[in-house]
């Protein structure tokens, strides 16, 4: 089987990436099942999450194996692979790279031997801005870890196995209230399958009920297609593991909800439910308040497939203009591991979408996307329509203007690169060419998802970090790659402390030198 190169993205160009999305984590518990076929198809369902690596581990309560390399799910396993994994008990991961690069090593489910004679498995979905200062502990403590691993989740598991005289159970409740940051856990011993939400439930996590077993991911889509039903979401700031004695939950941290509002926008599957809300029903609220806050008159609204759709009928529905398509889009650019020519890269967003000329031509049309990162498909779409034919287009952008990159498991680019950052609206429609602009308000896109303000991350909105960022600056994708030691070391010289939003001006010099470095290469969900 070819080993994919871990560069897979759903963007054109691998270096200008858009919006990475956070990744996927899937955990079962099922006597009698298949449990690494149930993993491989709820990865599956995940596969929109992470798209650089995939593992999945197993456990026959006699010890457990671990089988990962990069690339997509459907790449990484295949039938002899799956017939292999035999147990009671699996997780599994998909995988954008956040702390640690995208890299065979870093791939996960992490594993780790304890001295008690167990092992441990571990897939983490979010990001932790302390990794420095746990980093710190494990070396301190001499904690064996492997030097080729350099993420935040491969130094969680060492933490867990160091506790030789404790049980699984009761190191996570030691090891988890230490940890700052965003993090959906699902891990396992031999017997024992976890799940662990961060206190403040940045990254989604859900529990469901199989006729003979349990299954823990982190969207209800994956459990739809492993014929789970839902039971419910994991609270912030719970610890639930699930034996041969049942389910059990215990209590970590005090909850303080802060969801995260962009899976509403982009990253969730439309078919998901969050928080008692239809994700696809939500989208289209958001473009129906869209359509109210950003009236036009024109011809046709069409979306910019496929995370425009729902948007853009609500927008058309809303405003009594008709809905129709505008753009097709070749859904295989992103399942693949060529990286295009300058020839065609020169094409820009060709590849990825084309549009139908004689839908467009000789109409004003509006077309609906998520959000405006870098502008560069905007860009190239706006002219794409015109040269169809399209006598005006005006784009409209179904969440606010993203001002703040995201530390908790999203990788929106540097502040600097973010087209939204020193621009006002009129600068950002000259920049992309439309004959106007319009993005629905923060108020109206919380007010989509039917969840209180205060129980939202908006972060990237409004730069209003729910968790305090280190102090230092010391954090980014290459924090244990060295990149950061030197800028930490400094900034604990002269005695700095963090705060809980960057300065205005500029974002901490490490997290500018980690995203410009990472490429196409995705950041921010272990």
Not at 62 to 73: A, E, I, N, P, T
Not at 238 to 250: K, T
Not at 306 to 328: D, F, N, Q, R, W
Not at 396 to 407: K, T
Request: glycine share 12%; hydrophobic share 40%.
């Amino acid at each position: 089987m070819p080993r994919g190169d871990g560069r897979l993205s759903q963007d054109l160009d691998p270096q200008r990436p858009g919006p990475q999305d956070a990744c996927g984590v899937f955990g079962v518990w099922g006597p009698g099942e298949e449990v690494a076929k149930l993993t491989y198809f709820g990865l599956y369902a995940l596969q929109h999450r992470g798209q650089e690596a995939a593992g999945i581990a197993v456990s026959d309560g006699s010890g457990v194996v671990v089988y990962k390399d990069l690339g997509l799910v459907a790449q990484v396993f295949d039938e002899p692979t799956l017939a292999s994994l035999r147990g009671h008990l699996a997780i599994g991961h998909t995988r954008y790279s956040t702390t640690g690069g995208s890299t065979w090593e870093n791939a996960q489910p992490t594993i780790r031997a304890t001295t008690a004679g167990t092992t441990i498995a571990l897939a983490h979905n979010g990001n932790l801005v302390n990794t420095a200062e746990l980093a710190r502990e494990v070396a301190e403590r001499g904690l064996p870890t492997d030097p080729a691993t350099t993420s935040d989740t491969a130094l969680v598991t060492a933490l867990l196995a160091g506790r030789p005289d404790m049980s699984v159970e009761a190191a996570a409740l030691e090891v988890l209230p230490t940890l700052q940051g965003a993090f959906s856990f699902v891990f396992m011993d031999e017997n024992t399958l976890y799940a662990a939400r961060d206190p403040y439930g940045v990254r989604p996590l859900v529990l469901g009920r199989l006729e003979r077993g349990w299954v823990v991911a982190s969207e209800t889509a994956a459990l739809d297609i492993v014929g789970a039903s839902v039971v419910r979401e994991v609270e912030p700031g719970e610890l639930i593991a699930i034996d041969e004695d049942g389910l059990r939950s215990f209590r970590f941290a005090v909850p303080e909800p802060k969801g995260c509002l962009f899976e509403y926008v982009y990253i969730a599957r439309p078919d998901t439910t969050i928080s008692g809300r239809n994700v696809h029903a939500a989208r289209v609220q958001i473009g129906r308040q869209l359509a109210k806050e950003h009236p036009v008159e024109a011809d046709m609204v069409i979306p910019v497939p496929e995370s425009g759709t729902p948007a853009a009928i609500g927008y058309a529905a809303e405003s009594g203009i008709t809905y129709g398509a505008g753009l097709v889009k070749n859904a295989y650019v992103g399942r693949t591991f060529i990286q295009p020519s300058q020839t065609l890269r020169q094409l820009g967003i060709r590849l990825k979408l084309n549009p139908l000329r004689e839908n467009v031509r000789g109409k004003r049309i509006v077309v609906v996307d998520d959000s405006i990162v870098r502008g560069n498909t905007q860009r190239a779409i706006v002219r794409m329509l015109r040269e169809a034919g399209a006598l005006e287009v005006h784009v409209r952008i179904s969440s606010p203007p993203v001002n703040w990159p995201c530390f908790y498991g999203i990788d929106f680019a540097t502040r600097a690169e973010l087209l939204a950052n020193g621009l006002d609206n009129e600068g950002i429609r000259r920049s992309i060419g439309a004959d106007s602009l319009g993005y629905v308000s923060l108020g109206g896109l919380i007010a989509a998802t039917e969840q209180p303000k205060t129980r939202l991350c908006r972060a990237c909105f409004d730069g209003e970090y729910p968790i305090p960022l280190p102090a230092g600056n010391l954090i980014g994708k290459h924090v244990l790659e060295g990149v950061a030691r030197r800028v930490g070391a400094d900034a604990e010289q002269r005695g700095e402390g963090g705060a809980n939003r960057p300065a205005s001006g500029d974002l901490p010099l490490v997290v500018q030198q980690m995203a410009a470095s990472s490429n196409g290469g995705g950041t921010h969900s272990s």
